[in-house]
Each structure stands twice: as structure tokens, then as C-alpha cells.
């Protein structure tokens, strides 16, 4: 992924806004006189480009989009490379040509990536991401796992499961537990998404929709970490991060799955739906009871003492 849309941002606001900052760029290499005054357009683009995308797109695609080396080199001629002889005019020149030049071709990038992003992503799907624990603790494997009974209300839509690259690693730790189960379920769940990912150029496809339309289809999709992203340093937080990236490219609501109590907490207050999952806890054990029975009984001999 190039460019990640912020979080409650619309993505063909996004998608929009690159495509005139492209543009804008082209007009400041454009512009006629001496190499002076394409400096002095071109960091007025670097300018607008800020203020129009700084509400967009993270820091760190602003950086490489815009804010780059290149722009700091040429900030720094601003205050030396003055003269008119030609020399001068024709390194700053050529400096200024390269960095649009460049930049062109970062924003062509961007904006394909991003648009293939939304064409891949249509709005009309149910979106989810569940967490490291439902892949391990629910009673369904995920190859049998029925989503839209976990997403209610659009059974016919197509689910599409995105699955952060960190729930990845956090299963590559778990085939390593001392619990036999999780160990299994680890080693399983990425079993059949390593299936579904081998083919980079496809969605991987788990699930086909129902013959008689009663069910969507299921997919899997991979969401990779973005060039330059720094983990939080919390795990779960992390997920709720992804899953909003996630929202931010669906252009709709994703539902956070499940059966972790602040996970659910926290990713509602994220702004997120949020599906918590439960496990019957079952009557309580005799020995709890026991317990309950002797203090009930030190307190009745207590109150006939006194």
C-alpha cells in the first residue's frame, strides 16, 4: 500500500486530491522565466500540496509524496542559488526538473495503487477483521468459520476478512505455545491463508458464494503494513489501527470480531463496530462454592461470639 487514507477519511475525497496535487505539480514545472521563479512556484505547490493533504493521507506518505530530501535540498538553494548568470540557472534549474520530475512519478504511483485499492475493495461487501483469538478460540476452523451469522443483517453480501499482517506473526508465535490446541489452530489457520495469499495478483478467495444466493462469498485479504509504518507497541492496539486503515480503503463500516472484553472496549471508543464474541462459562465450579460456603460459616461463628 503507497498512500493510507486517514481514519473517517472518505477515499475518493483522497483518491480526488492526489490527482489535483499531480496536477499542480505539472503547472509549477510549467511556469516560464528563469529557473528562480520555477523554484519559487514549485515550493508554493509543496505548500498547497501540505495544507490539501496533511487532513488526508499520514505523515509518512506526506513525507514521501511531498515534504522529500529533495524538497529540503531545494528549500536550501532558496537562500543561495539567486543569481542570473546561466550557470547558476541551469543547476537550478535542473535541481527543480528532477524533484517534479520525481515527484510525477510518485503521485502516478500513488494514485494507481490507491485506485486499484478502492476497485478492489467495493463498498457494497461486508467488511471484518477478526482478531488474533477467534482464529484460535472459536469452535468453527476457518475454513468452516460462517461469517454472516457473525455479521447479521446481509447474509447474500460477500465477506471480506482482512487480516492484518500482525495477526499473521502473533500465529506464528502461537504454533510455538505450550497449549496443544492453540498450537494446531495456529498452525492450521495459517495453513489455509498461506493458500489463499500465494497468489498476490487475485483476492484469495475462501469460501464461494452459495448456488442459491442465501450466502456470499468469503475473502481473504492481506493488509500489509505501509512503507514506513511503526507498530504500536500494544498488539491489540495495533489491530484496531489496521482495521481502521481497513475502514478508511473499504469506504464503509469494518466490525472488529472478537471475544476479548477490552479489545471490544476499546476498538468501540476507536469508532469501530464491534461484534463481541462469548463462551458459555458454564455453572460455577464446586470448589468456588466451597469457598463461598466456609467464609458464609467463619462469619456466622464470628457474629455468635460477639
Known amino acids: 500500500m503507497l498512500v493510507a487514507p486517514l481514519p473517517g477519511v472518505n477515499r475518493d475525497d483522497v483518491l480526488k486530491t492526489l490527482r489535483e496535487t499531480a496536477s499542480t505539480a505539472i503547472d509549477a514545472g510549467n511556469t516560464h522565466g528563469l529557473a528562480y521563479a520555477r523554484l519559487c512556484a514549485y515550493l508554493e505547490w509543496v505548500t498547497a500540496s ?60 500513488a ?17 471484518t477483521v477478526p482478531d488474533t483469538g477467534i482464529y ?31 495477526i499473521l506473526d502473533e500465529l506464528d508465535g502461537l504454533k510455538r505455545s505450550g497449549d496443544a490446541h492453540r498450537r494446531w489452530r495456529a498452525g492450521y489457520t495459517l495453513a489455509v491463508m498461506e493458500e489463499a495469499f500465494a497468489n498476490t495478483r487475485v483476492p484469495g478467495l475462501l469460501r464461494n458464494p452459495a448456488p442459491d444466493g442465501t450466502r ?4 481473504l485479504d492481506l493488509l500489509l503494513d505501509p512503507r514506513g509504518h511503526v507498530r504500536l507497541p500494544i498488539n491489540d492496539d495495533e489491530i484496531i489501527d489496521r482495521a481502521l486503515a481497513a475502514q478508511a480503503l473499504a469506504g464503509t463500516a469494518v466490525t472488529l470480531l472478537t471475544f476479548d472484553t477490552g479489545q471490544a472496549a476499546r ?30 460459616s467463619a462469619a456466622g461463628a464470628a457474629d455468635s461470639g460477639s
Open 50 to 109: 501540505v495544507r490539501m493533504l496533511e487532513c488526508r493521507i499520514t505523515a509518512a506518505d506526506l513525507g514521501r509524496l511531498v515534504l522529500t530530501p529533495g524538497y529540503e535540498r531545494l528549500l536550501s538553494a532558496a537562500g543561495s542559488l539567486t543569481g542570473a548568470d546561466m550557470g547558476t540557472q541551469r543547476v537550478l534549474g535542473g535541481m527543480v526538473s528532477e524533484e517534479l520530475r520525481q515527484r510525477g512519478r510518485a503521485f502516478e504511483d
Open 111 to 127: 494514485i494507481r495503487d490507491l485506485d486499484n485499492q478502492i476497485t478492489g475493495w467495493p463498498e457494497n461487501s461486508r467488511y
Open 136 to 166: 484460535i478460540e472459536h469452535e468453527q476452523k476457518l475454513r468452516d468459520l460462517d461469517f454472516a451469522t457473525l455479521l447479521p443483517g446481509f447474509a447474500d453480501k460477500t465477506v471480506r476478512v482482512a487480516v492484518p499482517i500482525i
Open 216 to 219: 456470499g462469498g468469503v475473502i
Open 267 to 296: 476498538a468501540r471508543s476507536a469508532g469501530l463496530r464491534v461484534n463481541k464474541l462469548t463462551v458459555p462459562i458454564g455453572e460455577e465450579p464446586p470448589e468456588t462454592r466451597g469457598r463461598k460456603a466456609k467464609r458464609s
